[in-house]
Every structure is written in structure tokens, then in C-alpha cells.
Nanobody, 124 residues
Framework: QVLLVESGGGLVQAGGSLRLSCAAS????????MAWFRQAPGKERTFVAA????????FYADFVKGRFTISRDLAENTVFLHMNSLKSEDTAVYYC?????????????????WGQGTQVTVSS
């Protein structure tokens, strides 16, 4: 069992930055894939970024490449999402997720563990 707790959301102006954190507890995370998803009002939850916990390899949705960076702190069991050049369309609830599956690209994997979500609001 893995417990995920997100933090760091808030209100920011367009062009600004935020850093989201996802603290993981429970069983060891290797060889898990950790990911961030987001869900805007009235829309489906979509993949944002992922990282292989052990190797550190990273994957991004096209709409965040060059603006968002996913990273992890092995000692603190924490995954981060650094968000720069934020746009109003980035407004959403951001969720942290984890899976031990590896049979598909990170954006297509079934994620078994989810955090409660943290709200990010970008004002234009």
C-alpha cells in the first residue's frame, strides 16, 4: 500500500511558477512509476508527467514540455512538479499517482494509487 499526499497548489498569475510536492509513504517505491495528472472543470483527467522512481527517467505530455519538470527526492520519498510559464489553461486539480506496472508507456499505465489532489489556479 502506498499513501500519496500532494501539496503546493495555489493561485498564481499567468507567467508565474509553482512547485507541487507529492510525499509518498508506505511500502518502498522502487520500481514504481510516479506521475502527475490533472483534471480541469468539466474535462477528463489527463496525463502531465511521469518519472521512473529508480532510474529517474522522465516523460511529459506535449503541452507541458519545456515548461514543467518532474523530479524526485529519493531520501525524502517525494516527487515534485516544477511548473513555469503557467497559463490560464493549466488551471486544474493536480493529482499524484503511482503504479508498479511497466507494460505500457507511462501515460497509458493503470495507476493504482492516487493522492487527494491539489488545486492550481492560474489567473490571466
Amino acid at each position: 500500500q502506498v499513501l500519496l499526499v500532494e501539496s503546493g497548489g495555489g493561485l498564481v498569475q499567468a507567467g508565474g511558477s509553482l512547485r507541487l510536492s507529492c510525499a509518498a509513504s508506505g511500502r518502498g517505491l522502487g520500481p514504481y512509476t510516479m506521475a502527475w495528472f490533472r483534471q480541469a472543470p468539466g474535462k477528463e483527467r489527463t496525463f502531465v508527467a511521469a518519472i521512473f522512481w529508480t532510474l529517474g527517467s522522465t516523460f511529459y505530455a506535449d503541452f507541458v514540455k519545456g515548461r514543467f519538470t518532474i523530479s524526485r527526492d529519493l531520501a525524502e520519498n517525494t516527487v515534485f512538479l516544477h511548473m513555469n510559464s503557467l497559463k490560464s489553461e493549466d488551471t486544474a486539480v493536480y493529482y499524484c499517482a503511482a503504479t508498479s506496472d511497466f507494460h505500457a508507456p507511462p501515460s497509458k499505465l493503470p495507476y493504482h494509487y492516487w493522492g487527494q489532489g491539489t488545486q492550481v489556479t492560474v489567473s490571466s
